[in-house]
């Protein structure tokens, strides 16, 4: 299953290269400045927000392959957080219309909490590629039964979810949570289009295997599923509640800086970034 903790945003060598060589190409002793920039973590995140970072990445597409995903989405999420605040307003879409919406500073505020920042920019770099598992579960005494599944699939994590004892349920509460949080983050698009069709607007029938979500259910699930992560113990331990308990209280925010990237940086890219 996914990721549960943030390890993976520490910056790695080539990560610390590139910052450098971005913002202080000039520098004699790169190797202090590197140094300086794992250990003062607001240098550090001062050091990624500035626009030469942002500037390069967006004009060299191959850096995406040379640097961490989660570093690639920080550097997305702290220029959104900037961008926003000289927007004054987001956008709701609904099937025929966009309707403007004057909360950013409530947005912004909300990308302050840096561990809600770097939980999203793991859980952005997640969604780069698909993988597939298997898990057995036991159905009655002396039948266990083998379920196959990947962690784009959202009708068979909850399935899935349901089949397996409640200590094992953390990852895919998250997983289901952080699925439906990117869906209306990323690709709204195709939430909508999914679930209705685009010119009449009437929902589309339901196929026999395959759920249909509306934008709201998948409001609604994302929610849920983040309460019940929160509420797990396992989420205590790996000090996540609190993460969880603020994507719950303020999911509608918290896909707004996931709309803004998508629209105004990887809009035509999307596909390429994410499996």
Avoid at 12 to 19: G, N, V
Avoid at 130 to 140: H, Q, T, W
């Amino acid at each position: 299953m996914s990721r549960l903790n943030l390890k993976s945003l520490r910056l790695s060598e080539r990560d610390l290269d590139f910052l450098v060589e971005s913002v202080s190409p000039e520098v004699t002793d790169k190797p202090r400045l590197k140094q300086i920039i794992r250990e003062d973590e607001d240098f550090r995140n001062t050091f990624i927000s500035d626009e030469k970072v942002f500037r390069r990445l967006m004009d060299n597409e191959e850096l995406f392959l040379k640097i961490s995903p989660p570093l690639f989405f920080e550097i997305l999420l702290r220029k959104a957080a900037n961008d926003l605040e000289g927007v004054g307003y987001t956008v709701e879409r609904t099937s025929t219309m966009r309707i403007p919406i004057f909360d950013t500073k409530d947005v912004v505020e909300l990308l302050t909490n840096e561990s809600l920042l770097g939980y999203l920019a793991d859980m952005l770099s997640s969604f780069t590629k698909i993988e597939s598992y298997a898990i057995s579960f036991r159905v009655k005494k002396g039948i266990w039964k083998r379920v196959r599944f990947n962690n784009l699939d959202i009708l068979s994590l909850m399935n899935c979810c349901e089949a397996v004892e409640g200590e094992y349920r953390l990852g895919f509460y998250k997983r289901i949570a952080d699925m439906c949080l990117f869906i209306l983050g990323i690709f709204p698009d195709y939430a909508e289009r999914d679930y209705r069709y685009p010119f009449s607007g009437q929902v589309r029938p339901q196929i026999r295997g395959k759920l249909r979500i509306s934008p709201e259910d998948y409001e609604k699930e994302g929610r849920r599923f983040y309460k019940l992560a929160a509420e797990h113990q396992s989420a205590k331990e790996l000090d996540l509640s609190e993460v969880f308990w603020a994507l719950h209280g303020n999911f509608q925010k918290a896909k707004k800086p996931l709309n803004f990237i998508a629209e105004h940086y990887v809009q035509y890219k999307r596909h390429k970034f994410f499996g």
